[in-house]
């Protein structure tokens, strides 16, 4: 690989560096060097991660040489040596201690995905020979199967060390025997997959085995919290004296340390953990703690257990007698009240080592006992543990600091009715939604929350710890002097870089109107408006047309996601953009994202192009690479802006504006609001250009960011192609300006391999295995957990249908389905607006001779006939189908004439299948079969929904009916998906007796 001198360090990079990439790798070794801290800003897609690891492991590399010398000179001096051999011996034996005196590198990130990105691009680094480890959890890593049963990560890890403890745990007992084995030790790079394959080969913990790495490793990669959270740092036995910390993607590094430093506690933890001691109380009286291995010398006693008790007892007091003025928001209080609430129930400074050492105790004493009885596992315990351990990490001697910094917000908890479903409430219980009973002791549940403001505790504890040096960087940290002066590091090294592409290679446009002239803003007073939620979609649809390949659109929020979906499948908008591409929605779960992303990518390796509707801050905004043809534009629809009335949100503008000043150059409460919606748009748009050769369009779609307040907070390289003056250009020229720029990209720059698109986060299935079941999912009403694949149907899709889809469906679907609505009798009222919004763009006559019956006011029936003409210029642009361009459109309407029956397409002729998208389905039947038939299928659809075997049986005798023939036997076919899974089999059955085609 080259060699470039930086800084005075020979680094090895993988192709002659960029300014940029020399510039950030020489910040990054005078930091290394001088022991120093830095904040450094480089735009996604300019090698950030790349100079990163190459230069920090360059600069290890030769801090090794040198003391490797050093030894060496040791040695030889050891030769002519006397008395100064035990002295040299001493030297020798705390340099091979101190790992010969290096610094070690601990890279952490957000999250596990973004590690195994940087870990990917170490492997193709010079550096991929130096050690290296990466840390996960055992919710990630255990293979043991009766832990991995267990649900919730708490008690598989509370499982685990409870196996680890009693010595059951075959796979941890193994690592010491194999933990130097050639599998083991010889790759020098291993994910998390890596250690969990290597681990079941081996029969070896994993956990645990990586730990064994964590000594000898030159770079450790971990999460945020595992470097942040003091508890975690000590589970993890992570040591920070003489080490290099990176903290990559660290745009939230402000809120993730003070979420850190934050915790709650609950009415109904405190309940249950009283609960709880009171049976383990009882079983140690009734002498059942002899049935279950009781032999065994507890670690606590009865006392023990009575002295906690009549302490949550008065915890429960004081926590029922805090008031809450404010039912709706909540109430808040000075920081003392958390110290007094915990006073009133005796915990302190004094006590609170041993009372948090009694409940891990009792977590793991539970864990047993719920392997034979049915009892909880401790997990109230653990909770009040967090508790103690976050309220009391502060030292008293600084406590002024943390009544600055600290507030206490006491709000009421939704508490569920108690008992089994039916019972009656029983005096003094909680009722659903906080509800109280008749009774005057009834009390409120409450949630009395811990929150941190001050960012700067968290890095305080770090600097704490005697690390080397810090290096805070992402591709959107600006404006950085308010971050550095929240985080209160002191910062030597500082820099933001331009973008490493052309002008040419990215265009940026402010969209202030939608094709209808109606204006986009999604502001707290215009999200309700249909019109603007109307606009919003043919705007996306019009761009839909034009971009290919991939296109993300982020939303403000998901209830503004979810709103615009609703609202757009009932207007056909939402039929009419997937006709173009095929639709995927952000999922919440962690495995439907997994195979969510697997299939956006493979709609684009397809060479079909898709849509990626997502949320800024989720997921998909924060960390994944859309490069190349996973995404060549990115649609902005409104500024992320926080709840504005979340207590957290406005405690904390209340403790910027009280604790900034001149000196400390801390942001105002609404700058800082301001701030936090811009960055999040920043991280979304950085998911598109992804480096050098790639290319791709940013579409705001808000008037307000051409406000100078938000452009100036903006990423730099993002505001030079805005211009100094930025205004909303409209729609029509924008429309012109996208499709030539892409024209010119596509025969100007270079174009990825026709099959090389990003690998998916893991592997979902083999090739010769059944696709994912997220493979096809329906219309989901309200929450965006499924992804929306249109792909045309197979023999593979055959087999893979969603389960229980049917359930989704309503009465509306199929009038919608034909772009009707129902009228008060049920019956179908025709739309003509609806009609017209579905005319392409290029069409130049339409023939009326197949309008379906009662169409048409003439009565006869038939399909509508588009005829299109050809461009008279490869260079006239399209029509959008906006209002004002459709006037303009020049008909001619088609001799009424009689229309032949089509003759029977020849054998050679492709296996016609049915569409997948529901709606477009059900238009598909609404085309080909009569009114009566289509009133009846509908109706054994709506009769089966919510009915039994007997509904599933007369649903099969009308699909018979209706679709059985040779020339809709595609349709009944693609019924199958949308069925129970438990009458599949019985669909399969009618299948067979019906005659081949």
Same mark, same amino acid.
């Not at 207590?647 to 000196?663: G, M």
């Given at each position: 690989?080259p060699e470039?001198?930086i800084?005075?360090?020979?680094? &090895?990079?993988?192709?002659?560096?960029y300014?940029v990439?020399?510039a950030?790798?020489?910040?990054?070794?005078q930091?290394?060097r001088d022991?120093t801290?830095?904040?450094?800003?480089?735009?996604t897609?300019t090698?950030?991660?790349?100079?990163?690891?190459?230069?920090?492991?360059?600069w290890i590399r030769?801090r090794?040489?040198e003391h +490797?010398?050093?030894m060496?000179?040791?040695?030889?001096?050891?030769?002519g040596?006397?008395?100064?051999?035990?002295l040299?011996?001493?030297?020798?034996?705390?340099?091979?201690?101190n790992n010969?005196?290096v610094?070690?590198?601990?890279?952490a990130?957000?999250?596990?995905?973004?590690?195994?990105?940087?870990?990917?691009?170490?492997?193709r680094?010079?550096?991929a020979n130096?050690?290296?480890v990466?840390?996960?959890?055992?919710?990630?890593?255990?293979?043991?199967?009766d832990v991995?049963?267990? +649900?919730?990560?708490?008690?598989k890890?509370?499982m685990?060390k409870l196996?680890v403890?009693?010595?059951t745990c075959?796979?941890?007992?193994?690592?010491?025997?194999?933990?130097d084995h050639?599998d083991?030790?010889?790759?020098?790079?291993?994910?998390?997959?890596?250690l969990?394959?290597?681990?079941?080969?081996?029969?070896?913990?994993?956990?645990?085995?990586?730990?064994e790495?964590v000594?000898?490793?030159?770079?450790?990669?971990? /999460?945020?919290?595992y470097?942040l959270d003091?508890k975690?740092?000590k589970a993890?036995?992570?040591?920070l004296?003489?080490t290099i910390?990176?903290?990559?993607?660290?745009h @939230?590094?402000e809120?993730?340390c003070?979420?850190?430093?934050?915790?709650?506690?609950?009415?109904?933890?405190?309940?249950?953990?009283i609960?709880?001691?009171?049976?383990?109380?009882?079983?140690?009286?009734s002498?059942?703690?002899?049935d279950m291995?009781?032999?065994?010398?507890?670690?606590?006693?009865?006392?023990?257990?009575t002295l906690?008790?009549?302490?949550?007892?008065?915890?429960?007091?004081?926590?029922d007698?805090?008031?809450?003025?404010n039912?709706a928001?909540?109430?808040?209080?000075?920081?003392?009240?958390m110290y007094? =609430?915990?006073g009133?129930?005796?915990?302190?400074?004094? @006590?609170?080592?041993t009372?948090?050492?009694l409940l891990?105790?009792?977590?793991?004493?539970?864990?047993?006992?719920?392997?034979?009885m049915s009892?909880?596992?401790?997990?109230?315990?653990?909770?009040?543990?967090d508790?103690?351990?976050?309220?009391f990490?502060?030292?008293?001697?600084?406590?002024s600091?943390?009544?600055?910094?600290?507030?206490? &917000?006491?709000?009421?908890?939704e508490?569920?009715?108690?008992g089994k479903?039916?019972n009656?409430p029983q005096?003094g219980?909680?009722?659903?939604?906080?509800?109280?009973?008749?009774t005057?002791?009834?009390k409120q549940?409450?949630?009395?929350?811990?929150?941190c403001?001050n960012?700067?505790?968290g890095?305080?504890?770090?600097?704490?710890t005697q690390?080397?040096?810090v290096?805070?960087?992402?591709?959107?940290?600006?404006p950085?002097?308010? =971050?550095i002066?929240?985080?209160?590091?002191?910062v030597?090294?500082?820099?933001e @870089?331009?973008?490493?592409?052309?002008?040419? +290679?990215?265009?940026?446009?402010?969209?202030?109107?939608?094709?209808?002239? +109606?204006q986009?803003i999604?502001?707290?007073?215009n999200?309700?408006n249909?019109?603007?939620?109307?606009?919003?979609g043919?705007?996306?649809?019009?761009?839909?047309?034009?971009?290919?390949?991939?296109?993300?659109?982020?939303?403000?929020?998901?209830?503004?996601?979810?709103?615009?979906v609703d609202?757009?499948?009932?207007s056909g908008?939402?039929?009419?953009?997937?006709?173009?591409?095929?639709i995927?929605?952000?999922?919440r779960?962690k495995?439907?994202?997994?195979?969510?992303m697997?299939?956006f990518?493979?709609?684009?390796?397809d060479s079909k192009?898709?849509?990626?509707?997502?949320?800024?801050?989720?997921?998909?905004s924060?960390?994944l690479?859309?490069?190349d043809?996973?995404?060549r534009?990115?649609?902005i629809?409104?500024l992320?802006?926080?709840?504005?009335?979340d207590?957290?949100?406005?405690?904390?503008r209340?403790?910027?504006?009280?604790n900034?000043?001149r000196?400390?150059?801390l942001?105002?409460?609404?700058e800082?609001y301001?701030l936090?919606?811009t960055?999040?748009?920043?991280?979304?748009?950085?998911?598109?250009i992804?480096?050098?050769n790639?290319?791709?369009?940013?579409?705001?779609?808000?008037?307000?960011?051409?406000?100078?307040?938000?452009v100036?907070?903006?990423?730099k390289?993002i505001?030079?192609?805005?211009?100094?003056?930025?205004q909303?250009s409209?729609?029509?020229?924008?429309?012109?300006?996208?499709?030539?720029f892409?024209?010119n990209?596509e025969?100007t720059?270079?174009?990825?391999d026709?099959?090389e698109?990003?690998p998916?986060l893991q592997?979902?299935?083999?090739?010769e295995?059944?696709?994912?079941?997220?493979a096809i999912?329906?219309?989901?009403?309200?929450?965006?957990?499924?992804?929306?694949?249109?792909?045309?149907?197979?023999?593979?899709?055959?087999?893979v249908?969603?389960?229980?889809?049917?359930?989704?469906?309503?009465p509306?679907?199929?009038?919608?389905?034909?772009?009707?609505?129902?009228?008060t009798?049920?019956a179908?009222i025709p739309?003509?607006?609806d009609?017209m919004?579905?005319?392409?763009?290029?069409?130049?006559?339409?023939d009326? @001779?197949?309008?379906?019956?009662?169409?048409?006011?003439?009565?006869?029936?038939? =399909?509508?006939k588009?005829?299109?003409?050809?461009?008279?210029?490869p260079?006239? /642009?399209?029509?959008?189908?906006?209002?004002?361009?459709?006037?303009?459109?020049?008909?001619?309407?088609v001799?009424?004439?009689?229309?032949?029956?089509?003759?029977k397409p /020849?054998?050679?002729?492709?296996?016609?299948?049915a569409?997948?998208?529901?709606?477009?389905?059900?238009?598909?039947?609404?085309?080909?079969?009569?009114q009566?038939?289509?009133?009846?299928?509908?109706?054994?659809?709506?009769e089966?929904?919510?009915g039994?075997?007997?509904s599933?049986?007369?649903l099969?005798?009308?699909l018979?009916e209706?679709?059985?023939?040779?020339? =809709?036997r595609y349709?009944?076919?693609?019924?199958?998906?949308?069925?129970?899974?438990? &009458?599949k089999?019985?669909?399969?059955r009618?299948?067979?007796?019906?005659?081949p085609c």
């Amino acid at each position: 690989m080259p060699e470039s001198l930086i800084a005075g360090i020979p680094v &090895h990079f993988p192709f002659e560096p960029y300014p940029v990439q020399r510039a950030y790798m020489e910040k990054v070794i005078q930091c290394l060097r001088d022991g120093t801290n830095g904040v450094l800003e480089s735009p996604t897609g300019t090698g950030k991660t790349l100079s990163l690891l190459c230069s920090s492991l360059a600069w290890i590399r030769t801090r090794q040489s040198e003391h +490797q010398q050093q030894m060496l000179k040791l040695d030889k001096g050891d030769a002519g040596a006397g008395a100064g051999v035990e002295l040299s011996d001493l030297a020798r034996t705390v340099g091979k201690i101190n790992n010969w005196g290096v610094p070690k590198v601990i890279y952490a990130s957000r999250t596990h995905s973004q590690l195994t990105q940087a870990m990917r691009e170490l492997k193709r680094t010079a550096y991929a020979n130096m050690r290296s480890v990466v840390l996960g959890s055992r919710d990630q890593l255990c293979i043991h199967p009766d832990v991995m049963r267990e +649900q919730g990560n708490s008690n598989k890890t509370n499982m685990c060390k409870l196996r680890v403890h009693s010595k059951t745990c075959t796979f941890q007992l193994r690592v010491e025997s194999k933990k130097d084995h050639p599998d083991f030790r010889g790759p020098s790079i291993m994910d998390i997959e890596d250690l969990v394959k290597v681990g079941q080969r081996l029969k070896m913990c994993p956990y645990f085995a990586s730990k064994e790495l964590v000594a000898q490793a030159d770079i450790t990669f971990m /999460p945020y919290n595992y470097l942040l959270d003091p508890k975690a740092r000590k589970a993890n036995k992570i040591e920070l004296g003489n080490t290099i910390v990176i903290l990559d993607e660290a745009h @939230n590094i402000e809120k993730i340390c003070e979420e850190s430093a934050s915790v709650q506690i609950r009415s109904s933890d405190v309940a249950m953990a009283i609960e709880d001691i009171t049976h383990v109380m009882k079983i140690f009286t009734s002498g059942e703690s002899q049935d279950m291995g009781g032999d065994e010398p507890k670690d606590f006693t009865l006392d023990d257990l009575t002295l906690l008790k009549e302490m949550l007892l008065e915890l429960e007091k004081a926590i029922d007698a805090v008031v809450v003025d404010n039912i709706a928001e909540g109430t808040t209080y000075p920081a003392t009240m958390m110290y007094e =609430l915990l006073g009133k129930a005796n915990f302190s400074y004094g @006590n609170v080592a041993t009372i948090v050492s009694l409940l891990d105790k009792l977590v793991q004493y539970l864990m047993v006992a719920s392997q034979q009885m049915s009892i909880r596992k401790g997990g109230t315990f653990s909770l009040l543990s967090d508790l103690l351990t976050i309220v009391f990490a502060n030292k008293e001697d600084v406590m002024s600091k943390v009544y600055a910094s600290f507030k206490v &917000h006491v709000q009421l908890e939704e508490t569920k009715q108690q008992g089994k479903p039916g019972n009656k409430p029983q005096p003094g219980g909680w009722l659903s939604k906080g509800t109280l009973t008749t009774t005057s002791t009834a009390k409120q549940a409450k949630i009395v929350n811990f929150w941190c403001f001050n960012p700067g505790f968290g890095m305080e504890q770090l600097l704490n710890t005697q690390v080397r040096s810090v290096i805070l960087t992402s591709g959107t940290l600006a404006p950085l002097k308010p =971050l550095i002066a929240e985080l209160a590091i002191p910062v030597a090294q500082h820099l933001e @870089n331009p973008h490493i592409v052309d002008q040419s +290679q990215v265009y940026v446009k402010i969209i202030g109107t939608g094709p209808d002239r +109606q204006q986009l803003i999604s502001n707290y007073t215009n999200r309700d408006n249909p019109k603007y939620i109307s606009s919003l979609g043919q705007t996306i649809l019009n761009v839909s047309r034009i971009v290919p390949d991939g296109l993300l659109v982020f939303f403000p929020s998901y209830p503004m996601l979810n709103k615009c979906v609703d609202s757009w499948q009932a207007s056909g908008l939402w039929a009419d953009i997937a006709a173009k591409k095929p639709i995927f929605l952000e999922p919440r779960g962690k495995d439907q994202f997994t195979s969510t992303m697997e299939e956006f990518y493979q709609a684009i390796r397809d060479s079909k192009g898709a849509v990626f509707m997502a949320v800024c801050r989720g997921k998909v905004s924060e960390g994944l690479d859309f490069a190349d043809r996973n995404g060549r534009a990115v649609i902005i629809t409104g500024l992320p802006f926080p709840p504005l009335k979340d207590p957290k949100v406005i405690l904390k503008r209340r403790y910027l504006e009280a604790n900034r000043t001149r000196e400390n150059q801390l942001l105002s409460g609404q700058e800082w609001y301001n701030l936090d919606a811009t960055r999040a748009v920043n991280q979304a748009i950085g998911r598109v250009i992804r480096h050098r050769n790639d290319y791709g369009a940013i579409l705001l779609c808000d008037s307000r960011f051409k406000d100078a307040s938000q452009v100036q907070q903006l990423s730099k390289w993002i505001r030079g192609h805005l211009g100094d003056r930025p205004q909303c250009s409209p729609f029509g020229p924008i429309v012109r300006e996208l499709r030539q720029f892409f024209r010119n990209a596509e025969a100007t720059m270079k174009q990825p391999d026709e099959r090389e698109s990003e690998p998916p986060l893991q592997t979902v299935c083999k090739p010769e295995e059944e696709a994912p079941l997220s493979a096809i999912i329906p219309k989901i009403k309200r929450e965006p957990g499924s992804s929306f694949s249109f792909k045309a149907a197979n023999e593979t899709a055959m087999k893979v249908e969603m389960a229980n889809s049917i359930k989704t469906w309503t009465p509306d679907d199929y009038a919608q389905a034909v772009g009707h609505k129902l009228g008060t009798s049920g019956a179908a009222i025709p739309n003509a607006m609806d009609f017209m919004s579905r005319l392409d763009s290029n069409v130049s006559s339409i023939d009326f @001779n197949c309008c379906s019956e009662g169409s048409s006011s003439s009565g006869k029936s038939g =399909l509508v006939k588009i005829h299109k003409r050809e461009r008279s210029s490869p260079t006239q /642009p399209e029509t959008e189908g906006s209002t004002s361009q459709a006037s303009k459109k020049r008909y001619k309407l088609v001799e009424n004439i009689k229309v032949k029956s089509e003759p029977k397409p /020849p054998l050679s002729s492709p296996v016609k299948v049915a569409p997948e998208d529901r709606a477009v389905f059900l238009r598909e039947v609404r085309s080909r079969v009569s009114q009566d038939q289509f009133r009846d299928f509908g109706k054994a659809l709506l009769e089966y929904k919510n009915g039994s075997d007997e509904s599933f049986e007369r649903l099969m005798r009308v699909l018979l009916e209706v679709l059985g023939g040779p020339q =809709l036997r595609y349709l009944f076919l693609g019924m199958r998906r949308f069925l129970k899974n438990e &009458h599949k089999a019985g669909f399969d059955r009618h299948l067979a007796k019906l005659e081949p085609c």
